[in-house]
T-cell receptor
Framework: DVKVTQSSRYLVKRTGEKVFLECVQDMDHENMFWYRQDPGLGLRLIYFSYDVKMKEKGDIPEGYSVSREKKERFSLILESASTNQTSMYLC?????????????FGPGTRLTVL | GQNIDQPTEMTATEGAIVQINCTYQTSGFNGLFWYQQHAGEAPTFLSYNVLDGLEEKGRFSSFLSRSKGYSYLLLKELQMKDSASYLCAVTDSNYQLIWGAGTKLIIKP
């Protein structure tokens, strides 16, 4: 079974802090994604990566950056957390780059910024 | 703009059948996904349709009409564990995945 793990299920941070969210997948997938999920809205893509050291902006990249130094690991960084970044953050991976493959999701990190 | 519409919430009775609709307006089409998401958990894959017609998988079926920009997810013999949100997502002509807001399904005994 594909397994996608995220470093924390719940996180509370203060405004202005730098926040790191880690995601690891164990199926040698090429693609990894970071989404945020808010009530009443669809999943919104923040960043994605097709390969090691490659990154592409999604729909809402402002205030975020990412790092993919190894194939299995994709990190999301909030440079200076703000209250409007309070959300559920979901990481996903998929085998190929065409978005016609199933995405496998991690359990999510619920981030609260005070 | 690109848009996916699903009902926000539906209620059904245990043992019954429910149909969750999804309509989409996207720039091109390269497939439609349905995912299930239990409260507080990750979305999990249910089905993928790229051709018109009905795909059946146990108690769950998914239908697609590309000409109408329409899909539905049919759940039969509803069980309490089917209470979840159901997410519709479409891959457009640029291979971007567009997500609907999801339909929260409440099952009552």
């Amino acid at each position: 079974d594909v397994k996608v793990t995220q470093s924390s299920r719940y996180l509370v941070k203060r405004t202005g802090e730098k926040v790191f969210l880690e995601c690891v997948q164990d199926m040698d997938h090429e693609n990894m994604f970071w989404y945020r999920q808010d009530p009443g809205l669809g999943l919104r893509l923040i960043y994605f990566s097709y390969d090691v050291k490659m990154k592409e902006k999604g729909d809402i990249p402002e205030g975020y950056s990412v790092s993919r130094e190894k194939k299995e690991r994709f990190s999301l960084i909030l440079e200076s957390a703000s209250t409007n970044q309070t959300s559920m953050y979901l990481c996903a991976s998929s085998p190929s780059g065409t978005n016609t493959d199933t995405q496998y999701f991690g359990p999510g990190t619920r981030l609260t910024v005070l | 703009g690109q848009n996916i519409d699903q009902p926000t919430e539906m209620t059904a009775t245990e043992g019954a059948i429910v149909q969750i609709n999804c309509t989409y307006q996207t720039s091109g089409f390269n497939g439609l996904f349905w995912y299930q998401q239990h409260a507080g958990e990750a979305p999990t894959f249910l089905s993928y349709n790229v051709l018109d017609g009905l795909e059946e998988k146990g108690r769950f079926s998914s239908f697609l009409s590309r000409s109408k920009g329409y899909s539905y997810l049919l759940l039969k013999e509803l069980q309490m564990k089917d209470s979840a949100s159901y997410l519709c997502a479409v891959t457009d002509s640029n291979y971007q995945l567009i997500w609907g807001a999801g339909t929260k399904l409440i099952i009552k005994p």
